[in-house]
């Protein structure tokens, strides 16, 4: 079936470091790849997303390349800020089985913290 | 602001209340979410609604009642609930149901508190 895998946190950084967070996915077709942020007390957000092998989804400074051949989409950026702390969720779209409408396929998120 | 709400944004029930969760959308949208977030659990897909019409139940307990007048609103019925209910519950929604590029936008949720 489809999944999303993505490293387990949390995951502190000092102000101005480099980020990765990891994410490999299992799909059948040819799903779209998303990165959502949650910061504290809200809702998810859309960060970025990529719909086909090769495409960078880039926002806010944080980027990732959607690759087929490796079944990836981690994301980066240069030099992070204490605003980016929030827990990261990577996700897939995939259709619903037995009807036309369209589900989201979450990882199970990232909490990134960002020391000043 | 997604163009999403929810109401109310906090919610406190003992097990034999009934109460309902709202969500309006405001972006014209044709499927609707309900989402589940439980500490240190993965985000659970609840319900879905394509053109009001429910077309996903993920095993969820008879306690939650979902109901989707029309393709603005949203309402979660709740129950008899349990301790372990309690939740963030999220809804959202997304333009287009056939849509494999569409994101979904998110309202802000409603904390339950189950005592």
């Known amino acids: 079936g489809n999944s999303v895998t993505q490293m387990e946190g949390p995951v502190t950084l000092s102000e101005e470091a480099f980020l990765t967070i990891n994410c490999t996915y299992t799909?059948?077709?040819?799903?779209?790849l998303f990165w959502y942020v949650q910061y504290p007390g809200e809702g998810l957000q859309l960060l970025l997303k990529?719909?086909?092998?090769?495409d960078k989804g880039s926002n806010k400074g944080f980027e990732a390349t959607y690759r087929k051949e490796t079944t990836s989409f981690h994301l980066e950026k240069g030099s992070v800020q204490v605003s980016d702390s929030a827990v990261y969720f990577c996700?897939?779209?995939?259709?619903?089985?037995?009807?036309?409408?369209?589900?989201?396929?979450f990882g199970s998120g990232t909490r990134l913290s960002i020391r000043p | 602001e997604t163009g999403v709400t929810q109401t109310p944004r906090h919610l406190v029930m003992g097990m034999t209340n009934k109460k309902s969760l709202k969500c309006e959308q405001h972006?014209?949208?044709?499927?609707m979410y309900w989402y589940k977030q439980s500490a240190k659990k993965p985000l659970e897909l609840m319900f879905v609604?394509?053109?009001?019409?429910?077309?996903e139940n993920n095993s969820v307990p008879s306690r939650f009642s979902p109901e989707c007048p029309n393709s603005s609103h949203l309402f979660l019925h709740l129950h008899t609930l349990q301790p372990e209910d309690s939740a963030l519950y999220l809804c959202?929604?997304?333009?287009?149901?056939?849509?494999?590029?569409?994101?979904?936008?998110f309202g802000p949720g409603t904390r339950l508190t189950v005592t």
């Open positions: 959202a929604s997304s333009q287009d149901p056939t849509g494999l590029n569409y994101e979904q936008y």
């Open positions: 799909a059948t077709g040819y799903p779209s």
């Open positions: 990529a719909t086909k092998a090769d």
């Open positions: 996700a897939l779209s995939t259709e619903v089985s037995y009807s036309s409408a369209s589900k989201i396929i």
């Open positions: 972006l014209g949208h044709n499927a």
């Open positions: 609604y394509s053109l009001e019409e429910r077309v």
